[in-house]
């Protein structure tokens, strides 16, 4: 079955870096987009970073144009999003996510378990 799995969360001071990692199983990782989200206490998920199948597109959330890269290596099956420049709101539970559409055509999001990013002094 279709897994996710993240990592590489953790505590990080302001201005500081880390970088997420999602290993993918389950599926022809090469054929998908991946996406990653966050979601604050309280807030709705937001769409932070997305890169296509085969990498050559990736989108933004404006909040973190310029700091955060999404990348993909489709050999490793992993997605990565390095993020810089960390910020105090850039704290909360990151998750990687999928879209696969199923040969009838339904439409099945899967979700890893997330990972929480804290950036505090």
């Known amino acids: 079955q279709v897994q996710l799995v993240e990592s590489g969360g953790g505590l990080v001071q302001p201005g500081g870096s880390l970088r997420l990692s999602c290993a993918a199983s389950?599926?022809?990782?090469?054929?998908?987009?991946m996406h990653w989200y966050r979601q604050a206490l309280g807030k709705e998920r937001e769409l932070v970073a997305a890169i296509a199948s085969t990498g050559g597109s990736t989108n933004y959330a404006d909040s973190v144009k310029g700091r955060f890269t999404i990348s993909r290596d489709n050999v490793r099956n992993t997605v990565y999003l390095q993020m810089n420049s960390l910020k105090p709101e850039d704290t909360t539970v990151y998750y990687c996510?999928?879209?696969?559409?199923?040969?009838?055509?339904?439409?099945?999001?899967?979700w890893g378990q997330g990972t929480q990013v804290t950036v505090s002094s």
């Open positions: 389950g599926f022809t990782f090469s054929s998908y987009a």
């Open positions: 996510h999928t879209l696969i559409i199923g040969a009838d055509g339904t439409r099945n999001h899967y």
